[in-house]
């Protein structure tokens, strides 16, 4: 690993150099030694994945010529309009190699299917649907994202970097009712009554909030189109093809021609047409729990489908992956969610992953305590299974560290905490979750500081931490998937270790360590002897009577084998 670093950084140099003969014959040797350097192939790993959640429109302005259609030209109360951000602006920052600094190796980014045209307003001001969670046709992009062809151009961008790519699917609920947004039919949805949480019924059967057409999943009466969609199709030119390809779908499953199985449709033909990896499903418990394994049966056929159309575009044999948000579960409960009247496990229904509402808590614990308790679970209850822990989203009002004065903390805890690690778009620079004006869940929605970047030196050096912990991460799947043990106490050291057939991973970590000279206890982990690279500091050291020796300023030392 050590000897791969310094060749791609003389690589580099001598890039920046004036044409010699000297130069030429230099470059062609190092590139020799690239050649040569002996690759270890890492095994990619969902539960030790490293993923990045963005708001579409609030992450990177690719197109301009997107930032306004459908007329939605109305003023919006503060933070509640779209800005601008689209599919492109990600795909450049995938060119850019922005995510692959951070050690990014999958991305979830919020729908970008068509949203309802209209806008709302609550009282405060108006709201259009910027976040993507107001559904109107799952068969189309929404323009102010882009089109197919611009997904389908960021998927396969994002596969050449080895990242892999999460899709946002809603299937509990339309958009709401606008001056020019009609309501789905009767048969299609509900309004009412509103959602009460406090048994299974009244969370699953109901309006998660008013003006919200809860879609009838439980229901498996056959159901026809609403006639403003087919209306839709045909101006369109595409009814014809919609049609046939819903009759191909429902004589192949033989499902009944109820809602929920025309949305299931329409979200797996991104899976097969586009060769999403993944989902990340919004309103889990609002749903009735044998839904999501029919989702992800479908999803898988239509991932396998993908992968054998595409063969020299597969990345692996990983299978498909669905990560599902069970508002405020934790991963204390384990497996099992309780309703109070009812508990599911919504681990036997297709969802590899329950994002872990938890982490924000534990956050204000020592590391040992955080660490300790995350091996212990993901080891015993959740064996098998992972969970994807966050300290900050899109719809947590209540994040750890809001006001960002930890920047540091908040990396050492999300991305060294066993199971999957999920960075919130600005995390990594401290982007401003306190915007004046903002009401609600839009003060977290502010759109990305990518100027601090460039004109911060503080913004700079938290940012430089993300990437090195971000990178190690992404390196060494033990980090998150492997079995953590202490192996000091002070200062703190722990191990982790991760095999799959014939790969074995192991590193060690420092944390809190002291400034100069310090002395990092590995005896009984790795062998007197054994050289180790210090990838923070860039350092080599020989483990010596059980220990190694570092000095520099630096308060962490993140340690691996020099192969």
Known sequence: MKKLLITLTIFSIFFGCKKSKKATVETKVVTQKVIDEPKVQIPFVWQGA????????RFNNGNTENDTTLNRTDSTAVLRGFMGGDIEGITKKIKEGYFSDL???????????????????????NTYAYHGYWAKDWTALDPNFGTKKDLEHMVKTAHSKGIRVLMDVVLNHTGPVTDIDPIWPS???????????????NTTSCTLVENLPDILTESDVPVELPDPLLAKWKEEGRLGNELAELQLFFERTGYPRAPRFY??????????????????????????????????????????????????????DTPFYMMGEVYNYGISGGREFDFGDKKVDYYDYG??????????IDAQNDYETIFKKYHKLLNTKLKG????????????????????????????????????????????????????????????????????????????????HWRKLGQFRNNHPAVGAGKHKRLGKKPYVFSRTYSKKDYKDKVVIGLDLPKGKKSLWVKGFFGNGTKLYDTYSETEVIVKNGKVILENDYDIALLELVE
């Open 385 to 464: 299974k992972s969970v994807v822990n966050y300290l900050t989203s899109h719809d947590d009002g209540q994040p750890y560290d809001k006001e960002r004065k930890h920047p540091i903390k908040t990396a050492n805890v999300l991305l060294l905490t066993p199971g999957t690690s999920q960075i919130y778009y600005g995390d990594e620079t401290a982007r401003d979750l306190t915007i004046e004006g903002a009401e609600g869940d839009a003060t977290l929605r502010s759109y990305m500081n990518w100027e601090a970047i460039d004109s911060s030196a503080t913004t700079q050096q938290i940012l430089a």
């Open 351 to 360: 969802f590899n992953s329950l994002i872990n509402f938890e982490l924000k």
């Open 103 to 125: 050690g990014i190796n999958a991305i979830w980014f919020t729908p970008v299917i068509e949203q309802v045209q209209g806008a709302t307003n609550e009282g405060t001001g």
């Open 50 to 57: 490293n993923i990045y959640f963005l708001l579409t429109d």
């Open 187 to 201: 048969e299609w949805v509900r309004t009412e009554p509103k959602c009460e949480f406090t048994s299974y019924e």
């Open 263 to 316: 949305i299931i449709k329409w979200l797996t033909d991104y899976v097969n047409d586009l060769g999403i990896d993944g989902y990340r499903v919004d309103t889990v418990k609002h749903v009735d729990e044998k839904v999501w394994a029919e989702l992800y049966k479908e999803a898988s056929y239509a991932f396998d489908n993908w992968k054998n159309k595409h063969p020299k575009e597969v990345l692996d």
